[in-house]
């Protein structure tokens, strides 16, 4: 049961466009959603948070935006950058019921950002 | 800061062997846990611990897999005996306490059985 669905396993963009990559939700017990950036033999780094209370959130570059009622949240990367070129997770938790610390991670979304 | 330590970084042991990975977590940092990443997934929890004890194991598989962290600071994952299935990532990620989401992880152990 995959709870957390990213359904483009890649992305390619040229540099200095904007990269949007999808990530889909089926608990509606998730209510905190995080993006992690992941590059070849490194662990994930945190990219950017979001709580159920907001709808938009943006840090330099990057902006999350979650659609509760779709359950669907999107990264927006603008603009894009070789840098950027990594694996991209999406991950929910159920902050408000559980509070654990468990995330529940999406498959990934491999970027590729073309010079 | 240091960061997440973990050894080895790759590992190739023959299924039914046995192996054990380490993880050194942040200083300071409450919770620890283990994800495995199955080439073409996302990392899924294995155990979480906060300070040495047991918060979540209800997806380790408690017969092949181990885990412990005393003295609530480092910690080993042992798997014995080994499945091809267990080809895998092993990441652990430590937070100051549970209710910090955004973690740091390490560069994690690549296991392959054969």
């Known amino acids: 049961d995959q709870q957390v669905k990213q359904n483009s396993p890649s992305l390619s963009v040229q540099e200095g466009r904007i990269s949007i990559l999808n990530c889909d939700y089926t608990?509606?017990?998730?209510?905190?959603f995080l993006w992690y950036k992941k590059y070849p033999a490194e662990g994930p780094t945190f990219l950017i948070s979001?709580?159920?209370?907001?709808d938009k959130n943006e840090d330099g570059r990057f902006t999350v935006f979650l659609n509760k009622s779709a359950k669907h949240l999107s990264l927006h990367i603008v603009p894009s950058q070789p840098g950027d070129s990594a694996v991209y997770f999406c991950?929910?938790?159920?902050?408000?019921?559980?509070?654990?610390?468990?995330?529940?991670f999406g498959q990934g979304t491999t970027l590729q950002v073309k010079p | 800061e240091a960061g997440v330590a973990q050894s080895p970084r790759y590992k190739i042991i023959e299924k039914r062997q046995s192996v054990a990975f380490w993880c050194n977590p942040i200083?300071?940092?409450?919770?620890l846990y283990w994800y495995q990443q199955i080439l073409g997934q996302g990392p899924k929890l294995l155990i979480q611990?906060?300070?040495?004890?047991?918060?979540?194991d209800s997806q380790l598989p408690k017969d092949r897999f181990s885990a412990e962290r005393l003295k609530g600071v480092d910690s080993t994952l042992k798997i014995q005996p080994a499945k091809l299935e267990d080809s895998a990532v092993y990441l652990c990620?430590?937070?100051?306490?549970?209710?910090?989401?955004?973690?740091?992880f390490g560069s994690g152990t690549r296991l392959t059985v054969v």
């Open positions: 991950a929910a938790a159920a902050w408000g019921s559980s509070n654990t610390g468990k995330l529940i």
């Open positions: 608990n509606s017990m998730f209510d905190y």
């Open positions: 979001i709580s159920s209370i907001k």
């Open positions: 611990f906060q300070n040495n004890g047991v918060v979540d």
């Open positions: 990620a430590s937070s100051p306490d549970s209710s910090n989401y955004g973690y740091t």
């Open positions: 200083s300071g940092h409450a919770t």
